[in-house]
């Protein structure tokens, strides 16, 4: 989809940070607020933005005990459908947060959050590899996230700067 | 009891800079948001970090050649003409300086002969004037004035002209007031410069950082090139400012005698930081327009801001700074800057730290997070409720 320069500049803008008020996203790009919210709603209409999302480093929380699986599916693909069918099918399941379809060792890539490890291996057990199309998977499991969608969790980047400076 | 007979009289009779007070009041505060940055917030890219580490590992620790190594003003040469247009040759007419910083000093050094005069657009970087006086000239200063967006006119800096003027100094875009000139106004110097047959030292430092229209190097303008000292340097564009690299281009008969003011003085420009800086031009231009488009951002809404809360404020076209004015509050730069600070916990520069026509403003840089410049709006505009 083609997208003019303002667009553009307002989707750069959200994307580091969902919580810029109107008013101040309007100073930011010569916009009026009403031409803000319009393209806004355009966006989320294409589909473009997708979701405003809040990223948590949950890892932090003493209550969450969640993991998170990376799975490298095999699976045959089918005739008129390709490998679209059995991704469909995949990302279905409410315990699927990501689905790639990959180049290389193996067709899908597909990545779960689970309350624990073991209601991970059943889920990859019961669910995805009696799928019919599956081969086989092999299930990765992640245990520390240091850098997530080009955020970095653990990182203590406080202004160095002295206060005033020519 | 040290003697102030040991201290040269030069130096006894500079003043020391207004920006040190501010730092020394505000360091000590808890809690401070500061507009009174002047450099970049990014941390340099990982990069070009990465490769200071590498040059490090493997051992390059040793002087380069003293204009700097071969390679870097190779790359500068060919950054230079992609850029700006202006061909200088890398074996004779670079030199990679400690900062822009020390490209000022060793063109001043070189070519004033004592009790000349150096025309200096004010208001402008703090360090212009006091060393034009350390190497013997004399600073004749001109104001760019606010009703102008401080854009200095062609014929206020002819009206200054003597004998004994050897060069202008000029920047743009400008340090405090982010004024950029354009390819005319350029022009319009330019013909006086050449009809006085004066040299131009241009301080090209934030040329990357020009939010508008194109960028124009007054060594572009037909007949400069070979009567213009153009300083730039890694600091602003490339956030490399703890680095400390920077160069100089100028024709070949300019440049050979920096060098021997150069090469005296510090030898050479530090070997890792040169190594940084080959790896900062040749892979490091996306950041750079990455940063560009950030501070572009900030500019619009700090500008469009402190107009909403009674800061009347030209939009600049470049660097990192806003240079509203305060004449509405009734206070003085340095009572405005003072107040703020202790009331309201802002750091800003007094406008007249940068030179007499700097008064009745504020130096403000945007070169802080969103956030920040979120809340320091929040707290000016409480702060300018007072004077209504
Ligand atoms: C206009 C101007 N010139 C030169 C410099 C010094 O730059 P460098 O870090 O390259 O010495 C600065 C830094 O603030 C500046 O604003």
Redesign the interface.
Known sequence: MHLNDQEL?LL??IET?SR?ETA?LA????LSEEDIQATLQKLEDMRIIVRYATLINWAKVDEYHGVTAMIDVKVTPKRGVGFDEVAQRIYRFKEVESVYLMSGAYDLSVIIEGRSMNEVAQFVSDKLSTLDSVISTTTHFILKKYKHDGTIFEST?K?K?????? | MIKTSYISKTVQELKPSGIRKFFDLAANMEGVISLGVGEPDFVTSWSVREAAINSLEIGHTSYTANAGMLELREEIAHYMKSRFHVSYDPEEEIIVTVGASQGIDIALRTILNPGEEIIVVEPCFVAYAPIVTMAGGVPVTVQALPENDFKIKAEQIEELITPKTKALFICSPNNPTGTQLGKSDLEAIAEVVMKHDLLVISDEIYAELVYDEGYTSFAAIDGMLERTILLNGFSKAFAMTGWRLGFVCAPKEISQAMLKVHQYAIMCAPTMAQYAALEALQHGMSDVEDMRSSYRRRRNYIVKSFNEIGLDCHKPGGAFYAFPSIKKTGLSSQEFAERLLLEEKVAVVPGDVFGESGEGHIRCSYASSMEQLQEAIKRISRFMERFN
């Open positions: 500049e750069r803008i940070n810029i101040d100073k930011m790009t010569d980047e202004d700067r002295i206060v005033v400076s020519p």
